[in-house]
């Protein structure tokens, strides 16, 4: 069978599919690589985390070091001769540290070995039916010459290792037209494999009928990685899609195309590298196409079409980039208003100055979180990000004439960068209330301090997911970030909710009298989401057909506890203070009118201690008792959410069972009563 071009590819429905279900059996990788960072810490053949001792390539390969390894003899004795075969070992050998990351190329190594000799050819820009865009990635010849010369040179190091491997000696070979071509198919087909954690460890290319698949910034479907062998359900997962040729040419799809059979896996394994699994986020008819996001639907349009563009090379055209006004998430995404207490009186011209206001903007975040990840300062991160959030910057900042009443350009709370400095925020809290805990272990003031860190910590978490379920509302496709960031929220409450600590407050002799764990703290009379989701830990199906219905009471409810315990959870900063309401975002509307001006920080002086309330009548075990059932209720409803995107037999829904185990009894009663 020849390899010539077809058309344009899509995916389609083959029959009418519901929300949350498998969409495709488990696909193992046509090729697959580390990333360079993770070569030493994780198994080149499964990606698992290595043992103390780990399996090196155990083929008869030339002197150590050996810069893989594996995590047991077997992985070793499945991808150890590819490594070898495919030119990757002379490639870690030979390429120079200077050219930088080396997955993609080695991934690209790794398919052309696996090629059958008819397809080695490049007819059309396709490669075993993968499209390369070869001649597309290219032709930036003129205006993105840094990017070429990357594909030129990878091809050159790729081609030179090859040479090395058949032992032709070291001299440079001179065409290396298969190798761009196997290079640029994997910068177009490749996806980033995470791991449960959400962590990116390398990258893999797929079949056809994964690859296919083309993006949309509002998808209606998603995809995950198995690592370790998917469970049966998902194993005997059918395919439901079928490829078709874009712009109504009737082409029968297989002709032209090398088939999959045809794909010699060499020395590759079925079983080696991470597999994939498609699955519907949406309702998708029959005939419907079948979409994925290649890019970060958090991200606001024009980044989007930036990276869409300057990575895969087309211009996107779905619902949310071709709409005629912005849609209202990404609006909000992109939202900088001046806020002023003038805001009235804005000076003429400064229309100009908004371009520059979001590069400012971007450049001050941007440059915290960056320094935070270098040097690891968690408090001069908060302090960074928190003014930048709180005070804006000024009009003469961004190169406006000094005035006597500056109008300030501040983010929106919902603006994509906002998001992601509370992620930072998050995880920077944190660190500083472990970091308290571990250097002053004996002492009971550090402790409480540290307390206010954690509920800082997890102020800001409730947040995140609050804010982007308030775009999910708007945006089903967010149905994945929502589900992470409620577990996250989950997670940080009831972290905070069992803290030890709050056993000195009892000490103290704060009315804190009654801090066990109790039933009555969790049940919630009002939502029916415990019962749902201990019914889906007992694995019945997930029915998606409730999500309205399971989303507006978990809403109400959580609404209704965080009101009583926000006040609690933010006292003592000075951003949170402005932010109303964490998950009803009503007040946005009138945000210019609250005022934060008289509020210091005063952390370190113990919050928890010293706070009394609005009302002054709000006691520390209220709001011990509150954060549980809000984290509780996070916990389920995005382990609920992360059922229909990931399937209940994921690892995340494995997490949050770990996370409730404390609470066994509460799971176990409800079985019983289920039953
Ligand atoms: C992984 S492939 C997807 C399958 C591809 N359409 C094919 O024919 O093989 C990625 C490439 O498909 C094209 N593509 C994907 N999504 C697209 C979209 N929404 N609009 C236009 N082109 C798209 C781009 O050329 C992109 O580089």
Known sequence: ????????????????????????????????????????????????????????????????????????????SSDSPLHFSSAEFHLLRSHPSSFGESSDL????????????????????????LLT????????????????????????????????????????????????AALCLVLTNAVEVQDDSGRTLGIAVYDPSFSWINHSCSPNASYRFFLSSPPPCCAQARLRIVPCAR???????????CSISELSYGEMRENNGPKVVVRSIKRIKKGEEVTVAYTDLLHPKEMRQLELWSKYWFICCCRRCSSSHLTYVDHILQEVSPASLQSSSLLSGQDIYINGTIESLTDHINDAITEYLESGDSESC????????????????????????????????????SLNAYTTLVSAYKVRASDLLT?????????????????????????????????????????????????????????????????IIVKCGLPATNLSYTLSKHICSKCSLMQKFIAILHHREVQSTDLENISSEFFDCVTNITQTVWGFLIHGCQYLRAVKDPIEFSWLGTRKDSSTRDIQPHLGSSAVVSYHGDEGSFSVCEAHTCIFQVGVHCLLYGGYLACICYGQHSNLITHIRNILDPEECLINRFHETDK
């Open 106 to 129: 080695r991934a690209a190594l790794r398919f052309l070995h696996s090629l059958p000799a008819s397809c080695r050819s490049v007819p059309n820009g396709r490669l075993a039916g």
């Open 439 to 503: 250097l002053y272990s004996g002492m009971e003031e550090h402790h409480l301090e540290a307390l206010d860190l954690s509920r800082i910590s997890a102020a800001y978490s409730l947040l995140l997911a609050g804010a982007t379920h308030h775009l999910f509302q708007s945006e089903p496709s967010l149905i994945a970030s929502v589900a992470n960031f409620w577990i996250g929220a989950g997670e940080s409450l009831l972290t905070l909710a069992r803290s030890s600590v709050w056993s």
């Open 382 to 417: 908060c302090k960074k990000l928190e003014d930048m959030l709180t005070q804006g910057l000024l009009y003469e900042q961004l190169g406006g004439r000094e005035e006597k009443s500056q109008p300030v350009f501040k983010l929106h709370p919902l603006h994509y960068l």
């Open 133 to 180: 865009n070869r001649d597309k990635l290219l032709a930036r010849t003129g205006y993105d010459e840094e990017f070429v010369e990357r594909i030129r040179d990878g091809a050159r190091v790729m081609a030179a290792a090859r040479k090395m491997r058949e032992g032709y000696g070291s001299s440079e070979p001179n065409d290396f037209v298969l190798e761009e």
């Open 247 to 257: 712009h109504g040419l009737e082409t029968q799809i297989e002709s032209g195309v």
């Open 1 to 76: 069978m020849s390899c010539s071009l077809i058309a344009e590819m899509e995916m389609r429905g083959s029959e009418d599919v519901e929300m949350g279900q498998d969409i495709t059996p488990p696909f193992p990788p046509l090729s697959f690589s580390l990333h360079d960072s993770f070569l030493l810490s994780h198994c080149s053949a499964c990606f698992s985390p290595l043992p103390l001792r780990p399996t090196f390539p155990h083929i008869p390969l030339p002197l150590p070091p050996y810069l893989l390894s594996y995590c047991s003899p077997r992985c070793s």
